[in-house]
């Protein structure tokens, strides 16, 4: 057992020394005087996924969000590729299409048809032609199942395919990582099979990711690493097999206990 937990120990330091593609140094952030994240130092590695677990209100999204510029942060430093990103210079724009995000909720155009929304952001924002976007679009929506409803409109489609269209439309402007959030918390069980697997398919063909979920074994059976994260600190990192069965911390051991009675 002490020998495994060395080898733990050592490949999540190999880990963590890999050349973070996107990494944060003493991070902090509040909203007002309330302290949501505490020197957050994270660093992912080219084509890691990393899973981040904790309870409501410990500041997963906030960190996502930060990491993608969507809020200021107080303090620390985020940089990606090497580059800082977190000063007055950053044009956020810019990194968005390097970093993207899906939320819960979709937040697809609603007056737009499935094409449309995946064609906007590469041919209005990078100014790609129309006919290569679109001939990438195509290829996406092929991979991802959704061919026959490019010309539908978001209402037109179930919770499933609008949010496997959301990815669609992220990854659209080449990301070098992507972030989610919680991306299967509003959709039915029946559902949340068709979103993961384009998730763990994307994981195969290497992309760099970090997934906020609460499905536990979903997180268990994508992530190289998870990282646990209570009252916005990170309070243990550790490989996926470790964290659930041996936890190196008594909160971590909590939030686990708490996921087998049923709670949240
Ligand atoms: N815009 C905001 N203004 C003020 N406080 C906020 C804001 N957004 C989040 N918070 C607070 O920051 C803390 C962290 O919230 P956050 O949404 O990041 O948690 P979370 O870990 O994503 O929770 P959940 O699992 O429920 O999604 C909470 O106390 C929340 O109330
Ligand atoms: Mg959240």
Redesign the pocket.
Known sequence: MAKLNIKNIERVERLNRMEGLLETRKLCKD?DG?E?LKNINLSVGKQEVLVIL?P???????LLRCLNGLEPIQGGEIFLDGKLISDLKTNWCLIRQKIGMVFQNYELFPHMTVLENIMLGPVKVQKRTYEEAKQEAFKLLERIGLVEKSRAFPRQLSGGQKQRVAIIRALMLNPEIMLFD?ITAALDPEMVREVLDVILGLAKSGMTMIIVTHEMQFAKAIADRIVFIDHGEIVEQNEPEAFFTRPKTERASKFLAHFQFGGN
């Not at 409501?56 to 906030?62: A, E, R």
Request: hydrophobic share 15%; net charge neutral; with cysteine.
């Open positions: 909203y309330l949501v904790g409501s209100g410990c500041g997963k999204s906030t919680e």
